[in-house]
Each structure stands twice: as C-alpha cells, then as structure tokens.
C-alpha cells in the first residue's frame, strides 16, 4: 500500500470513528435528560406517552396533526423554534384554533 493510500484509510477510519463518537455523545444526552416535551408538533398517530385531553392513553394515541394537547420530546432548547402550519411549537399544552 503506497503513502496516499494509506493516509486516505487513515484518514477515513478517523472520521468514522468521530461520527460513532458523536452518535454515542448524542445518545448520552438523551439518556441524561436533555429532552423537553414539546406540544402541538407531532403528526397523528406520532406523540410520546401522555397527551393532556381525556381518552388520550399514551404513544400514538394522537387523533389530529399538530395538536395542541399531545408532546413529541425533543432536543432541549429546540421546542420553541419548530414551525407548524399552526404556529410553533410550545412548552405547554394549548387548545388549538381551528
């Protein structure tokens, strides 16, 4: 294997190597808390475990796009910046305006 060669492998088993790393570090943020429950951002059938309305059981009991009463968690700090069709994304429930 000549010089170039073997920088390039070099080079390419480092980047693998950092993008497993960043996927671990990404997963032990998860698992440390760095989640928030966002409301009104997830599609039908697509909320996290609780919705705020009553006969609402838990994962994938949602009924409507983007309602206001069912959470998606989310990277912490991004809640508020998801753009809906209805607005954004909130850190409490709300009853949407249809």
């Known amino acids: 294997m000549n010089r ?3 920088l390039a492998l070099a080079g390419s088993v480092a980047a693998a190597i950092a993008l497993l790393s960043g996927a671990a570090n990404a997963a032990d943020m ?3 808390g760095e989640m ?3 409301y009104g951002v997830s599609l039908k059938g697509h909320n996290d475990c609780k ?3 009553p006969g609402a059981t838990c994962a994938g009991s949602q009924k409507i796009d983007y309602d206001g ?4 968690e ?4 991004t809640c508020t ?5 209805h607005g954004m994304g909130s850190l409490t429930p709300f009853t ?3």
């Open 51 to 53: 919705a705020a309305y």
């Open 96 to 98: 949407n305006k249809m």
């Open 4 to 6: 170039t060669s073997s």
């Open 36 to 38: 928030e429950k966002c």
């Open 74 to 77: 989310v990277p912490k700090g």
């Open 69 to 72: 009463q069912s959470f998606k």
């Open 81 to 85: 910046a998801m753009k809906t069709p």
């Open 30 to 32: 998860n698992s440390m």
